[in-house]
């Protein structure tokens, strides 16, 4: 009788186990915020994520660029218009970027990142005193506490036409392994977002 339910609760176990290995590594949209003044949807815009450290900047770009473009956007990364120095004359991009054909600006950036402990609860012990000693050369498994990092992102639309900011989303990703994994979750998400509303495409 014991030996025929053993199957089931390792199939349980392994369940659990895939669960909270998927909750470990997700990004989710934690605010957002829409224009309440109807807009017409962007259709080429320019990428940019605001960093200081030059290779995550281009990363940043041109994922985004990339997730947009899956979805129907015409995007170019800021970079590829204004090189890498940081735009002093703010009005100056704008109006180049108008004269270019483009309509809107999606923008990019880390906002907080903190270290938070999360606990895996014991999946095994609760059932060693049912099972008696069947498996005693087992070990048992036992809850844990365990650090992750929890990486906020903020993403913006803005309209180089009516000039007005028409949506901001504010994403969390939780334990990314590297930046660039952090960076295409975080991608991939606010653009089907944005899409999804209506606001781009």
């Not at 990004?27 to 030059?54: C, E, G, K, R, Y």
């Not at 015409?74 to 218009?81: D, F, G, H, R, W």
């Not at 990092?149 to 939780?174: C, F, G, H, P």
Request: charged share 15%; net charge neutral; hydrophobic share 40%.
């Amino acid at each position: 009788m014991l030996t025929s339910r053993i199957p089931t609760v390792v199939r349980a176990l392994a369940i659990a186990g895939i669960s909270l290995a998927a909750c470990m590594h997700t990004t989710t949209v934690d605010q957002a915020w829409t224009s309440p003044t109807p807009q017409p949807p962007l259709h080429n815009v320019v990428t940019m994520f605001i960093s200081d450290n030059q290779t995550m900047r281009h990363a940043g770009e041109d994922k985004m660029a990339q997730y947009l473009q899956m979805h129907g956007v015409k995007a170019t990364p800021s970079y590829m218009l204004l090189g890498d120095g940081k735009p002093q004359d703010v009005a100056s991009v704008k109006a180049l970027m108008r004269q270019m054909g483009y309509d809107g600006v999606v923008t990019q950036r880390i906002v907080q990142r903190e270290t938070e402990v999360a606990y895996a609860p014991s999946t095994f012990d609760g059932y060693w005193g049912w099972w008696g000693g069947y498996w005693t050369g087992y070990p048992g498994y036992n809850g844990y506490a365990y650090t992750v990092d929890i990486y906020r992102l903020e993403t913006a639309a803005y309209s180089l036409k009516t000039n007005q900011l028409l949506w901001s989303v504010l994403t969390r990703t939780v334990d990314p392994s590297t930046a660039a994994k952090l960076i295409d979750r975080t991608s991939r998400v606010v653009a089907g977002d944005l899409t999804a509303r209506g606001l781009a495409g």
